[in-house]
């Protein structure tokens, strides 16, 4: 096995690219992202470890704009985002040379996914170590999406999703608790999601919202706390509710 | 020894980046070597002067109300020789978008079909039509970059997209043009006259097309070289149609019948005395 792990381009006999598989442990070891699509806005939530003292947060955005209507968050190596975030920013604005309309969602994500891609098939490269968030709304019919790439190069549209650390557990409470929302209620159902694996606060999540009229907006620590502030409250109701019955009973 | 780009040819790649040292050879351009003369500028010079008397045609596109009225002559002439009356210069690039030739035959009708595949690829990949903007820029792309290299193309690109009917000049010189009314080749300032002289925006789908015939016969009329057939397309929401083809020697006649003149001397037949 390990005589099949060093190459990119070498397969194992039973089928696995296992740079490739390494590159997903390298996302899985990343900081966890959230996205969740509702009607009108789309929500992307990343978790922020804790910055030391001395560093200026405001240089270490983790969610970005590639064009004035999508926006990418990742997770996994944070070097390699930026080669690829640079090289999506410039695909957006070429696109808009030649063909004269902004780039929608799928095309781009199909861009991004194919450039990584293309590292899993040449020689003397290694994959990308990232799995991308695409988040945006189609330029000519309004539709917001969310998509997701991985290092293999696959992409496909969500409607909520997770990657990075406890990604599988995130991914779990969206399933179960994912209706089609709208406006705070997108945005409260993103956070909840990422309060799972996330030590509650806004210091520990970077939140960014994104609604046609407005593009991308990231929010304040000040807006985080008083959002968790309120979906602790209502945890907290929900509990109170569930245990009042039975205390009536005993 | 210097090679030609053919990147144009390639079929759409995802990746646009010329810059990635990864593609290497699996996407590289056919090309061939140019000649080696030993002074290529001059030969450049030579084959552009070559081809430069074969822009003769009247081709006419113009927006309206309903659309876009496309219409062109047929003739294809070799200096004062007449090659050809029954050129098709109207190009159906696919079923709502239409191009018109002047210039090099060839190279129009090449790089229409070329433009054809393109677009057909684009929607492919992008699951909706690419726009007429978009269309009219991938071919002005390609001319220029064969800018200077011979090519011989004034076309116009006319089609109905998302925003609505659109007609685009494009040249073999690299420029590309916005506009509601063209007339490209040898004959467009006689059917500039007409047209603009007749042309309103309201105009009815006939009445378009009336106009758009009139101002391609009276083209063909003065010049030597516009001739043959009068052909006028429309393009309306739901793709381009044709709408006629008529010979402009029957055009002439019908729109200058001749009058039966009263006879000043009569001859008559003198009996034998």
Redesign the interface.
Same mark, same amino acid.
């Given at each position: 096995m390990a005589r099949y792990d060093r190459a990119i381009t070498v397969f194992s006999p039973d089928g696995h690219l296992f740079q490739v598989e390494y590159a997903l442990e390298a996302v899985r070891k990343g900081n966890a992202a959230v996205g969740v699509r509702g009607t009108d806005t789309i929500v992307l939530a990343v978790e922020k470890k804790s910055t030391p003292k001395l560093q200026d947060s405001r240089s270490v955005r983790k969610i970005v704009n590639l064009d004035d209507h999508i926006a990418l968050a990742c997770a996994g190596l944070k070097a390699d985002a930026r080669v690829l975030i640079n090289r999506a920013r410039i695909e957006c604005q070429s696109y808009k040379l030649t063909i004269e309309d902004p780039v929608t969602v799928e095309y781009i994500t199909r861009y991004i996914a194919g450039l990584q891609q293309k590292y899993t098939q040449s020689g003397g490269v290694r994959p990308f170590g990232l799995s991308t968030l695409i988040i945006g709304f189609d330029p000519h019919t309004g539709t917001p999406s969310l998509y997701q790439t991985d290092p293999s190069g696959t992409f496909s549209a969500w409607k909520a999703n997770a990657t990075g650390r406890n990604s599988n557990s995130i991914r779990e409470f969206l399933e179960k608790n994912y209706k089609e929302t709208s406006g705070q209620e997108t945005l409260k159902l993103a956070i909840r999601a990422l309060l799972e694996v996330v030590e509650s606060g806004g210091k520990n999540i970077e939140v960014a919202v994104m609604t046609k009229e407005h593009g991308l907006k990231q929010l304040e620590e000040a807006e985080i706390d008083a959002i968790v502030a309120e979906i602790e409250t209502e945890k907290a109701a929900a509990e109170a509710a569930k245990k009042a019955p039975s205390t009536r009973e005993t | 020894m210097m090679k030609i780009d053919f990147s144009g040819l390639d079929p759409a790649a995802? +990746? &646009? =980046?010329r810059t990635?040292e990864?593609c290497g050879d699996i996407l590289a351009t056919p090309s061939f070597a140019l000649p080696t003369t030993h002074d290529f500028d001059g030969f450049q010079k030579a084959a552009v002067q070559m081809v430069k008397p074969a822009k003769g045609t009247t081709t006419l596109a113009f927006i309206f109300k309903d659309g876009v009225m496309v219409a062109a002559d047929s003739r294809a002439s070799m200096g004062g020789y007449i090659s050809s009356q029954s050129v098709k210069k109207i190009i159906e690039i696919n079923p709502y978008m239409l191009g018109t030739m002047a210039g090099g035959a060839a190279d129009c009708q090449f790089w229409h079909r070329n433009l054809g595949i393109k677009c057909r690829l684009h929607e492919l990949? $992008? &699951?909706?039509r +690419?726009?007429v903007? =978009?269309a009219s820029?991938?071919l002005s $792309?390609i001319l220029y970059s064969y800018r200077g290299m011979g090519l011989s193309v004034g076309t116009m690109i006319a089609g109905w997209d998302?925003k609505g009917p659109g007609l685009y000049y494009v040249d073999s010189e690299g420029g590309r043009l916005k506009g509601t009314r063209f007339s490209v080749g040898s004959g467009s300032p006689y059917a500039y006259g007409v047209l603009d002289s007749g042309y309103r925006f309201d105009l009815s789908v006939e009445e378009a097309a009336e106009l758009a015939r009139r101002a391609i016969y009276h083209a063909t009329f003065r010049d030597g070289a516009s001739g043959g057939v009068a052909s006028v397309y429309h393009v309306g929401p739901n793709g381009w149609k044709k709408l006629s083809g008529d010979d402009v020697g029957e055009l002439h006649y019908m729109y200058y019948p001749v009058e039966p003149t009263s006879v000043e001397q009569e001859m008559t037949e003198v009996s034998v005395a």
């Open positions: - | 995802p +990746i &646009k =980046g990635d990864l990949a $992008n &699951k909706r +690419i726009s903007a =978009g820029k991938m $792309n998302e």
